[in-house]
């Protein structure tokens, strides 16, 4: 992992943790939806709350057992995003790498931590909830990466307008329509 003494890799750190912050946010939005369609159905961050929060949080109004659960499910997003900052910037700039890392992560997350913690919720859900599960880890993934917004390449301006996801101006005229 590179050395967090300089200031581009404290930077790009620091990015990272921003965009997994906003990614995980998508994801709450992602769940949610996908939760609200099936029967009952609910998301990992909730799983995990309702079944290993302290008693202390079990017995706050449901709102701000809602609001615990997201900033826990948002932070652990940053953190997510940190670490993949801190990957050497080698590996942090090619494409399939964001990709690859949020999937990592759901992976571990159902291969190892939610047997771990012996989630009940993990052996309930179908074909369908864990391919939402797969696609919004990797939407995280390429947030995080800055696949969407990515980072320009000091010194050469057109490399870094030619690696967008949608180059700068057919992004301004979609604004404009």
């Given at each position: 992992m590179g050395s967090l003494t300089n200031s581009g890799n404290t930077r790009a750190v620091v990015r990272a943790g921003a965009r997994g912050l906003l990614a995980a946010m998508a994801m709450t939005g992602i769940r949610n939806v996908a939760a609200a369609i099936g029967p009952h159905e609910k998301t990992p961050p909730q799983a995990l709350m309702d079944e290993h929060a302290p008693p202390s949080v079990h017995r706050l109004p449901e709102r701000h057992r809602?609001?615990?659960t997201e900033l826990a499910h948002w932070g652990y997003g940053a953190v997510g995003g940190v670490v993949y900052g801190m990957l050497p910037r080698e590996v942090r700039t090619h494409p399939a790498t964001g990709p690859a890392y949020g999937l990592a992560a759901w992976l571990a997350f159902e291969a190892?931590?939610?047997?771990?913690?012996?989630?009940?919720?993990v052996h309930e859900h179908g074909f369908l909830w864990r391919a939402v599960g797969a696609l919004d880890h990797t939407l995280y993934g390429i947030v995080v990466a800055?696949?969407?917004?990515?980072?320009?390449?000091?010194?050469?301006?057109?490399?870094?307008?030619?690696?967008?996801?949608?180059?700068?101006a057919r992004f301004n005229r979609l604004l404009r329509a």
């Open positions: 809602q609001a615990i190892l931590f939610a047997p771990a913690l012996r989630l009940r919720h800055g696949r969407l917004a990515p980072e320009p390449v000091q010194g050469d301006r057109r490399r870094s307008q030619r690696r967008r996801l949608i180059p700068r």
